[in-house]
């Protein structure tokens, strides 16, 4: 009798991964067994604005790095690999071929390909200092002002979300503005329920419930702002030790 454990004959397989080119095949294989487009299976992992990166995965045209190992995981849950050992068996795989010969040792990788840059990235980020610059003084002349909201728009894959973790909030954080050291800064991904989600972020800094907040917001959206100067008052409920950025 056949083990029922085994994978298909046709079916994806990481042990057979030994190259990024069998890393693309099985993983292709696996997101066609759960019947899935790679717009969807980003969409599944949460990987906004990221779905580019994560097409290339399948097509082979490259491999995710060390810093996308978690988004590497999102995509294997989306696709059905839901147990710690399975799951596991893939990541090995996938640190098998990163390993493979001729490779450099692991280290920094400052070339981020198509992912964004993070706040931790921010020595890696280069050629936007003058629009940081830019965006800073904005932020500045709002605080002044007593307050107030800075949009940054830009076509897909432009670089708003690096620009905003590793430009804006990395300067905040080094203390280009005045006291901008200890403001406390919140990174928000709007997701499928976005009033929540933010209600979620406020109330960790006020706190009150993020129940209480959502339905305020959505009650009146302007009373969003009463919430905001409450988290970013002087003296303020005390913030979480992992702070988080905007």
């Keep these: 009798m056949p083990d029922a454990s085994a994978p298909e004959a046709d079916g994806p397989d990481p042990s057979r991964i030994r190259d990024r080119r069998d890393f693309a095949r099985e993983l292709s294989l696996l997101r066609e ?9 980003a969409a599944k992992a949460g990987g906004y604005g990221a779905h580019s990166t ?7 045209r490259g491999l995710p790095s060390a810093a996308s190992r978690d988004l590497l995981a999102r995509v294997l849950l989306a696709c059905g690999v839901t147990d710690a050992p399975s799951l596991e068996e893939w990541l090995s795989a996938w640190r098998r071929t990163r390993r493979s010969p001729g490779r450099r040792p692991a280290g920094p990788e400052p070339y981020r390909g198509l992912a964004s840059f993070g706040v931790e990235d921010a020595r890696w980020f280069f050629g936007r200092r003058e629009l940081t610059r830019r965006l800073v003084a904005r932020v500045g002349r709002l605080r002044d002002l007593g307050g107030g909201v ?17 430009g804006l ?25 976005p009033v929540d989600e933010l209600a979620a972020r406020l109330a960790a ?35 979480p030790a992992g702070r988080s950025s905007w």
């Design 33 to 41: 067994r759960a019947g899935l487009t790679v717009r969807q299976v």
């Design 54 to 60: 994560v097409g290339d995965w399948f097509a082979g």
């Design 150 to 166: 800075q949009v940054v728009v830009g076509s897909s894959g432009s670089g708003k979300s690096s620009l905003l973790r590793a």
């Design 205 to 239: 800094l006020t706190g009150l419930s993020p129940d209480e907040i959502a339905a305020t917001i959505r009650e009146d959206p302007r009373r969003c702002s009463a919430h905001a100067r409450r988290a970013a008052a002087p003296g303020g409920p005390p913030r």
């Design 169 to 193: 909030i990395a300067a905040l954080r080094a203390g280009e503005l005045p006291g901008s050291g200890d403001w406390p800064v919140v990174l928000c991904v709007p997701g499928a329920r």
